[in-house]
C-alpha cells in the first residue's frame, strides 16, 4: 500500500511566488513512480490569482482553500503524483503564469 507524502512549505519561502521547487528527502532504495502526494502551499497576497495560474511539472490538480480580501489566492491545496529517484532525493519544479490555453488540436467542432 501507497504512503501518501505531505509537506509543508514556509510563506518566505514563497516570497517571490513566481518560481521554485519541492524537495523531497530519500524514503525508498527503490523508484517511486507516481507517488501520490499533498500539499498545502501559502501565497503572498497579489501573487496568484487563480488555481489555473499554478504550473507542476508532474501531473497535478490545485485547488483554492483561502483567499486575501482583494481575491487573490492565499492558500492551495495541490495533489500530484511525482516520480521520486530511490536511494537519493527528489526534486519537482512549480511555477506561476497565465492560464494555459486550451490546446486547439484537441478541440473537435460539431454539427
Do not use: C, H
Amino acid at each position: 500500500m501507497r504512503r501518501v507524502l505531505l509537506l509543508a512549505l514556509s510563506a518566505t519561502a514563497l516570497a517571490a511566488a513566481e518560481s521554485g521547487e519541492w524537495k523531497f528527502e530519500k524514503i525508498s532504495k527503490y523508484d517511486r513512480v507516481a507517488e501520490p502526494v499533498s500539499i498545502g502551499m501559502p501565497f503572498p497576497r497579489g501573487a496568484l490569482r487563480e488555481a489555473e495560474q499554478f504550473r507542476l511539472d508532474a501531473p497535478a490538480q490545485a485547488t483554492v482553500t483561502g483567499r486575501w480580501p482583494d481575491g487573490s489566492v492565499r492558500w492551495l491545496w495541490v495533489r500530484a503524483l511525482v516520480d521520486l529517484p530511490g536511494n537519493r532525493a527528489g526534486r519537482v519544479a512549480w511555477r506561476t503564469g497565465e492560464p494555459a490555453a486550451p490546446d486547439p488540436a484537441g478541440v473537435k467542432a460539431a454539427r
